[in-house]
């Protein structure tokens, strides 16, 4: 009935345009063929006004049509485009391509043995030029879904070679017999199972108004929408995890360090955990323990001795160095400026850790 109320509304589309023209059989004749597609108000309308328009104005207005060339007889056979640009002459003309055709084949414009890929690809350039959100012609919305009909039937294996078998052209003759006053319905029998919008949705994505998507899963199309969204929280699960891993791991490792490392037995330096104060016997060196030292170490006291002087040594042989290159840079600064003050200044520059390392170590 729709496929009706569509052609009825393109029928009174032609009246008008003849009406301005003066051509009152022409329209006449279109309403009444819109009349009997789908009874409108609007054709009741115009009907009356020619009728009531007087028979010599209908002769006079004849005349300038008679006078037309061929040329501008076949430019009638042409709708032109809506007022307004709501649709063009490749977008009509396509919609008027897809209602002549007899079968999903010539429907895509494919060959009956065209492969997926070449079928899909075909679809997607008729469904962006047919979309009824950017194509307005008349019966657009029609030819959309024959589309949808098409690549949904002909990209399920089972279903088109079911199509295949019994959609023969006898059949499809048989059919247009017994509904001559209209088009052909060439999707009796081989509805898909999955409106158009959501076809066009699943091939494009997202950009027009329908949210469902589908997918074809042993040969049937089940939504996916829910499907897809579960997989996109997992994923975006394990992303985050995947981003939280190194911090996870520098806590465990933290976590497991202070098991597993314990406090030092002495300090060089006195402090709140180490404030009682020791002497090595060999050099003198003083160094600091816990308060419970006595009780809880029950290690080599003369191994320990060794190691704080062997710290302690070494920690002077740093101090030394770095004494000693302050003053060799002095020198080198007083020689290039010529300055004999700051060189006798840099020379006297003290070393205190030198002077204590060579008390310990003389030869070190």
Same mark, same amino acid.
């Given at each position: ?15 008008v345009?003849?009406?301005a ?5 022409k ?12 009874p409108?108000?609007k ?7 020619i ?12 005349a300038?049509r ?13 709708p ?18 897809v ?9 895509l ?5 065209a492969?997926?890929?070449e ?5 997607k ?16 919305n ?22 295949? %078998?019994?959609? =023969?052209? #006898? /059949? ?5 017999? @017994? *509904? ?7 999707? &009796?029998?081989f ?14 994505g ?7 998507v ?13 499907a897809?969204?579960?997989n ?71 191994? %320990?001795?060794? =190691?704080? #002087? /062997? ?5 002077? @042989? *740093? ?7 302050? &003053?060799?840079?002095m ?28 008390e ?5």
């Amino acid at each position: 009935m729709d496929g009706n109320k569509d052609e009825a509304e393109r029928c009174i589309e032609y009246a008008v345009k003849f009406l301005a023209e003066g051509r009152l059989d022409k329209a006449e004749k279109f309403l009444q063929k819109a009349e009997r597609l789908y009874p409108t108000q609007k054709a009741k309308d115009l009907l009356q006004q020619i009728n009531a328009t007087p028979p010599n104005s209908h002769e006079q207005e004849e005349a300038p049509r008679k006078r037309k060339n061929t040329g501008s007889k076949k430019e009638e056979s042409k709708p032109s485009q809506q007022e307004g640009g709501d649709y063009n002459k490749e977008q009509m003309e396509a919609v008027k391509r897809v209602k002549k055709c007899k079968d999903y084949y010539e429907i895509l414009g494919v060959s009956k043995d065209a492969t997926d890929s070449e079928i899909k690809k075909a679809y997607k350039k008729l469904a962006l030029l047919l979309h009824p959100d950017k194509n307005k012609c008349p019966g657009a919305n029609e030819a959309f879904k024959a589309v949808g009909n098409a690549v949904a039937i002909l990209t399920d294996p089972e279903k088109r070679k079911q199509y295949d %078998l019994y959609g =023969s052209e #006898e /059949e499809r003759l048989q059919q247009s017999n @017994r *509904h001559s006053h209209r088009e052909y319905n060439y999707t &009796r029998g081989f509805e898909a199972d999955i409106t158009a919008d959501e076809l066009f949705n699943m091939f494009f994505g997202t950009g027009f108004p329908s949210q469902n998507v589908y997918m074809r899963r042993g040969g049937r199309w089940q939504r996916a929408t829910e499907a897809q969204t579960q997989n996109r929280e997992q994923a975006n699960g394990y992303t985050v995890f995947l981003q939280m891993l190194p911090i996870l791991l520098l806590i465990v490792l933290s976590m497991m360090s202070s098991f597993f490392i314990s406090d030092p037995i002495y300090s060089l330096h006195a402090n709140s955990k180490f404030p009682v104060q020791r002497t090595t016997l060999n050099l003198k060196v003083p160094y600091f323990v816990k308060e419970n030292f006595h009780t809880e170490y029950q290690g080599s006291l003369r191994r %320990l001795e060794m =190691s704080v #002087e /062997e710290e302690y040594i070494n920690n002077l @042989r *740093h101090a030394c160095h770095r004494e000693k290159n302050y &003053r060799d840079t002095m020198i080198w600064k007083a020689r290039n400026f010529g300055d004999r003050d700051l060189f006798h200044r840099a020379q006297n520059i003290p070393t205190p850790h030198c002077n204590k390392l060579q008390e310990l170590h003389p030869y070190h």
